[in-house]
């Protein structure tokens, strides 16, 4: 593995058949969590996370 290679490893947190959460490290932002949708893939700072975390596990 090249060391670019190692740096963009994910670090997957939970993923479904059609569902995927990851996150990365970012030099400027920090963490970035990334939330796969199927066709879509959103992208979070740890303090946008937390919020989206509250909020579905309010709506469960």
Known sequence: MSKIQAEFEPDVISETENF????SEDKE???????ELGGITLHMTAEEWDEFVVVIKGAA
């Open 29 to 35: 932002e920090g963490v970035i969590y990334h939330i």
């Open 20 to 23: 995927g959460v990851w996150r």
